[in-house]
């Protein structure tokens, strides 16, 4: 690992070729996503992490950590990471597609391909009609990807969805076994050594990885607590694997590493039931714990809450019984209508056919849910953790690490935001990115003006 670092820093020095007009087959670009590292725990001293914090000392962090996209959730950050654009512009707003119907409640369907979840190109797309390679473990959105070498997207039923190279390779190493059998972290585990395999055999020009233990700890637990402080110190051991196989593979002077997150992480005790009071106004017809009718229905995306007003006959009366019952309430920081969603990075109704009509954001310390039943707005419970926040709240900061090829060692940034990653990424790989959102971050770049 030291080795790495110090010849990477070396390379970083030599290479003043930031700037590249065209592809370049021999550079490489990792991207590791740990789900849900916040961005504190890079200077937390009760956080283990030899290896990230290696990496960043040899490359680039920032002051405060990055800023991500709204909603704070999973698939649209990390669509956002690998398109350097908005939800907005890409069109990703929750982990999977919203389905609205007049009358009916919204649905949310994870078994989409990348066609139809995302509306622009991924670095993926763009870089192969440059003759550069890609491959993608674990990461969303690219199911049905017709760029990736190999892919094992993030996506239910996942093994029908890899490619078949790829998965001959797992079933004969018995990765695939494993993986069925493995929890959170064996998953990580069995997802981080693919990656590797895959960097050692075919030396892809991109590659994305997507590990997923700390998510579901900081949910069951909360951020700041030993559990989620042990398990992120198990994935800095992973991204060592990974960092190894870059050695392993001879290309550690050609490699860029970038170690981010989607999302940070809020402790919660409270949850918010918007559903409940909607059932009690009328505007949700129950059956059992079944929805059967809707005026007005509360898709929870952890921090906010997406308002769907499916019956255009009342929508204006509607949106007022909306605004009547949530401005003010408990727990609630703000009630957003459609002409304020630019401001946050997000689609209008008119723009986006699974776009909420309105959205209601929790303060810290509370949560959106979906029940549906029941007459209190407020449940309290024993501490978990949420993400979904709007991103201006602190607690959403993300993980930002960038070190190897082509990064001046020792750089430090006051501030970056997720939608710099792809575009950055695009100018170490030699390819242009014209739709991006977000901005080369040229001061971490050798070479760069």
């Known amino acids: 690992m030291l080795r790495f670092l110090a010849l990477a820093a070396l390379a970083a020095l030599a290479l003043a070729t930031a700037g590249r007009a065209s592809a370049d087959p021999d550079r490489h670009v990792v991207v590791i996503s740990l789900d849900g590292f916040p961005a504190w725990y890079l200077d937390d001293p009760e956080v283990s992490l030899p290896v ?4 960043r000392d040899a490359g680039a962090s920032t002051a405060d950590g990055m800023t991500v996209s709204n909603p704070s959730v999973t698939w649209p950050n990390h669509t956002t990471l690998m ?13 999977g597609l919203p389905k609205r119907e007049p009358g009916a409640p919204t649905v949310v369907t994870p078994e989409r391909t990348q066609a139809e979840l995302v509306h622009v190109p991924l670095l993926f797309d763009l870089i192969k009609p440059k003759g550069l390679t890609s491959a993608a473990i674990n990461w969303p959105c690219t ?7 190999d892919n094992w997207p993030d996506v239910p039923k996942s093994f029908t969805h890899t490619t078949p190279r790829l998965k001959a390779e797992m079933e004969k190493a018995g990765q695939i076994e494993r993986f069925e059998r493995g929890g959170g972290g064996g998953r990580d585990e069995v997802w981080a050594e693919v990656a590797a395999d895959v960097i050692r055999a075919r030396k892809p020009n991109l590659l994305a990885l997507h590990l997923l233990e700390l998510d579901s700890t900081h949910h069951q637990h909360g951020p700041n607590t030993p559990q989620g402080r042990a398990v992120a110190g198990k994935l800095d051991a992973l991204v060592g694997k990974v960092v190894q196989a870059v050695d392993d593979a001879g290309i550690r002077d050609k490699t860029t590493i970038f170690v981010v997150a989607d999302h940070g992480f809020l402790a919660n005790s409270k949850t918010l039931r918007p559903n409940a009071l909607l059932r009690k106004e009328g505007l949700l017809t129950v059956e059992g714990e079944k929805v059967i009718r809707a ?13 769907y007003l499916t019956d255009p006959a009342t929508k204006d009366e509607d949106r007022a019984t909306v605004r009547r019952l949530f401005e003010g309430a408990e727990g609630v920081a703000a009630v957003i209508e459609p002409e304020d969603f630019p401001r946050y990075g997000l689609p209008k109704p008119e723009d986006h056919p699974g776009m909420a009509d309105m959205i209601l954001a929790a303060k810290e310390g509370y949560g959106v849910g979906g029940a549906v039943n029941g007459d209190a707005f407020i449940q309290e419970h024993a501490q978990k953790g949420t993400h979904g926040y709007l991103s201006t709240e602190p607690g959403m900061k993300a993980l930002f690490v960038a070190s190897g090829a082509g990064v001046k060692p020792g750089s430090r940034l006051p501030s970056v935001e997720n939608v710099d990653v792809a575009p950055t990424a695009a100018r170490l790989l030699g390819v242009p990115l014209e739709q991006a959102d977000g901005r080369v971050l040229d001061e971490i770049l050798v070479g760069a003006k």
């Open 83 to 95: 398109s350097g654009v908005r939800p907005a512009k890409h069109g990703v707003l929750f982990n």
């Open 295 to 307: 005026r007005a229905f509360v898709v929870p995306e952890g921090g906010i809450g997406m308002v």
């Open 52 to 55: 990230i914090r290696g990496l």
């Open 143 to 149: 199911s049905g990807s017709e760029s990736l070498g």
